[in-house]
């Protein structure tokens, strides 16, 4: 039997154990912050719930744009083309967007509505959606507490600006542009709520997506 004075003992051993052999990384979002976001549509702007949309980030000849690299804008198109088709809306493949590009040599960094109305035209598309990051920043810190230094915690934070157009093939004007920013643990976090965001204002009265609590400490995946 162990005796009652003994437990606060076993009790500090036992943690001490579990912090020396089966302690990982404790990995917190250090910022969360809300979609910040800023949209015009026209007035008589109307999507379809099928029309078919070719999402193309900007396209330049070096690996970065505005200091961001190329598989970072990248990234934003994969995330905004998955929650469009999630929406029920369909999307031109990237692979045919990026080979019809070249094929055509057409660089984005100065793109007009007449070459994406151009570009629609060749991809039968209703819509070609054009989007860019505008602010990216990227923030870890790695802090060690405890006795021998047992606990690591890895802050991480990433702030995400995103600037997206939509270019109506037909009607040849652009119906609609999005401006949000927004701060999470990851990129692909970030990302995918502002996608949720923009998309839900195509429509009027469409709520805007409730944000999940997280909470100040702990594990954040």
Known sequence: MV????LPVLGIALFSAILLFGCGTIRTARIRKDVTINTFR????????HSVIAVIPPLKKDEELSGISISTHEAAQDMMSLKLWQGGYHVVDKIFVKELLEQEQIEFESFSVDQAVEVGGWLK????????????????????FGPFNLINTVDTSVLVGLNCRLVDVT??????????????????????????HLIATFHHGR???????????????
């Open 171 to 196: 009607a040849k004007k652009i119906v609609w542009t999005g401006v949000a920013t927004t701060q999470d643990k990851n990129l692909q976090l970030s990302l995918r709520r502002i996608s949720d």
């Open 125 to 144: 598309a209703n819509y070609v959606m054009l989007i860019s990051m505008n602010d990216f920043e990227e923030d870890v810190r790695s802090v060690d």
């Open 207 to 221: 709520r805007m997506p409730k944000e999940r609590e997280v909470p100040s400490i702990g594990l954040h995946y």
């Open 42 to 49: 026209e007035p008589d702007f109307q999507i379809k719930a």
């Open 3 to 6: 005796r009652k004075g003994m």
